[in-house]
């Protein structure tokens, strides 16, 4: 998912009695007052509708704007309280995509032939992001230079 945007998780568990649905992230209940961009829905829950049936239960986990730091597993942990009964969960992944931005942008410089120059930058991203160096030719039109990812000196 890109900064900023939504997105929402769900977990859904079967049972008797009906789960009760919590979501973790690194072991840590969340909870909506921890972060106002968070929202946990009630939970749904669906009743038998035959005695062979088992209740169902939807909870959502729902992000209103991501963030960077948002990247992470995110775990549903279903319980309906039967201690002869192991807890059920599932992992959801987090992956938030952020655009790049200049750490140290590139700066114009004047050098006089033959000497050397050298131009610098630092850009970060999510995924890292590729700088492409290009030089405007005396025509007018672009000459790409190189392309790099990563860290070079």
């Known amino acids: 998912v890109n900064q900023f945007e939504e997105v929402t998780f769900e977990c859904r568990a079967t049972g008797i009695p009906a789960p009760y649905i919590n979501w973790y992230r690194n072991g840590v209940l969340l909870d ?48 309906n309280g039967n201690a002869r009964m192991p807890n059920v969960t599932q992992d959801f992944e987090l992956f938030v995509r952020v655009a790049p931005l200049f750490l140290t942008p590139p700066e114009n410089l004047t050098v006089v032939t033959p000497e050397d120059a050298t131009f610098f930058c630092e850009a970060t991203a999510r995924p890292g992001p590729t700088i492409t160096w290009w030089r405007v030719e005396e025509d007018g039109n672009l000459n790409q230079i190189m392309e790099a990812t990563g860290v070079y000196d």
């Open 32 to 79: 909506e007052a921890m972060d106002s961009r968070i929202s946990l829905s009630d939970p749904v829950v669906i009743p038998p509708v035959t005695s062979d049936d088992v209740y169902e239960v939807y909870r959502n986990l729902t992000f209103n704007s991501t963030r960077d730091d948002d990247t992470d597993t995110y775990t549903c942990v279903a319980s």
